[in-house]
């Protein structure tokens, strides 16, 4: 006896917002089990995995490669097939040309071919994004997985192989016709980079004017302090980082202009009790997420410092939550990780009202007054902009801001 059901996506995976379908993770007529990734989607700020809720037959696809879903859309059909008799003919009779694709090889390795056919199209999203970030080709690379599913593993130690080929054709001196060609490549836009494009142009020349001011600030105490307390972080599992006190100064900033943490709104500013600040962390060629710390101005630069790690390696692990990313109210681009001196952040995530830039800290020659005479000394020092919607704040509360973060951080207390 066979039950057909709908395979739409679980209530709530989608906090709201929008998804786009990247990739199907198996075919038309794959077997498939409870739990395998059979979908992927992504949205402007993460990828994701549909997976199957029941043991089946995938009988229809309908929500193609591209096409905009939601909590409502049928994605397509699974047959929850109770006899193997009847399973294995559906899934024959759909799937006879992968089978074909794959016999000379399944024979070969003595692996059951309905079972490595099926598995070997299931793949997550980390390899999805290094099969875009490398242009490859999963049919030309051998899975180690379970049925012969292509893992992260497989596809760096493919890469690497390549490479050390490039490099010995490399050592043949090219021809004068090959020094001449232009080449290149299109590498299409993911769903995420097509979405940061559109936020990036709305924000910056639909939504609101920016203005930026720039402050410079000395990180002496708080690197004094940092050295005193991060071996004792460590030894508790976690990690401080500069991220960390500018999380904690922007709460006491804010708190002392509360209107910097606020959405704008046509009829009125929407300033909010809590401080719920959104970290921009970078994906390498896979775009920019914005994990949210949530209450800062209820935590200690330890319970900070503790729940920024974690929102952070779960961006970088690929396991952020629609629910991650979502009630920010300001937010931070520590941009001087990379290198950047300075630089005037546009507004990420409208309707917010201010995103805080922090430049790479470099030692500066400045002159100080020591005893009365004028001296040349050494100084940690990083500029720091807040760029704003100018609808909603002016000069006035952007500078007042700024002071007030710059002073909290130049004289952190060693007991703070």
């Not at 979908?39 to 696809?61: F, H, P, Q, R």
């Not at 959104?278 to 729940?307: F, M, R």
């Not at 909603?392 to 004289?411: C, G, K, M, P, R």
Request: with cysteine; net charge negative.
């Amino acid at each position: 006896m066979n039950e057909s059901m709908t395979i739409t996506l679980p209530k709530g995976a989608l906090e709201g917002t929008a998804a786009v379908v990247s990739s199907w993770l198996v075919g038309k007529g794959d077997h498939v089990s409870k739990g395998d990734p059979i979908l992927e989607l992504e949205t402007d700020k993460v990828s994701m995995e549909v997976c199957a809720e029941s043991d089946g037959i995938i009988v229809d696809i309908i929500a193609t490669s591209g096409a905009d879903v939601d909590e409502s859309t049928v994605l397509g059909h699974l047959n929850c097939a109770e006899q193997a008799e009847s399973s294995q003919k559906i899934a024959s009779e759909a799937s006879s040309d992968v089978s074909a694709k794959h016999e000379t090889r399944v024979e070969a390795s003595g692996i059951n071919a309905t079972e490595d056919t099926s598995k070997r199209h299931l793949v997550g999203p980390a390899v999805r994004k290094l099969q875009r970030k490398y242009g490859l080709n999963l049919a030309a690379i051998n899975g180690t997985g379970k049925g012969g599913r292509v893992t992260r593993d497989d596809i760096l130690a493919f890469v690497e192989s390549q490479d050390d080929h490039t490099q010995t054709q490399s050592d043949v001196c090219p021809s004068s016709e090959t020094l001449n060609e232009l080449k290149n490549e299109f590498v299409p836009h993911s769903p995420m980079r097509k979405k940061i494009a559109s936020h990036m142009v709305e924000s910056l020349l639909h939504t609101s004017p920016h203005v930026t001011s720039v402050f410079e600030m000395d990180m002496g105490r708080v690197i004094e302090h940092r050295n005193q307390c991060k071996m004792g972080f460590e030894e508790a599992g976690v990690k401080l980082t500069f991220t960390a006190y500018f999380l904690a100064a922007s709460a006491k900033a804010i708190q002392k202009v509360p209107m910097v943490n606020a959405r704008f709104h046509e009829d009125s500013l929407e300033i909010f009790k809590d401080i719920n600040i959104g970290i921009g962390t970078a994906l390498g060629d896979d775009g920019l997420v914005v994990p949210v710390v949530k209450q800062v101005q209820e935590k200690n630069l330890y319970d900070i410092a503790s729940a920024l790690q974690h929102q952070t390696d779960k961006a970088r692990q690929g396991k952020l939550t629609s629910a991650d990313m979502r009630d920010g109210t300001f937010t931070i681009s520590n941009h001087g990780v990379s290198g950047s001196l300075f630089a005037a952040p546009i507004i990420i995530n409208q309707p917010q009202v201010a995103i805080l830039g922090i430049g790479k800290l470099e030692k500066r020659a400045v002159v100080e007054e020591i005893n009365g005479e004028e001296t040349i000394v050494i100084r940690p020092k990083c500029y720091v902009s807040l760029s704003i919607d100018h609808r909603a704040l002016d000069a006035y509360q952007t500078n007042l801001f700024l002071s007030h973060f710059v002073e909290i951080i130049e004289n952190w207390q060693i007991h703070k």
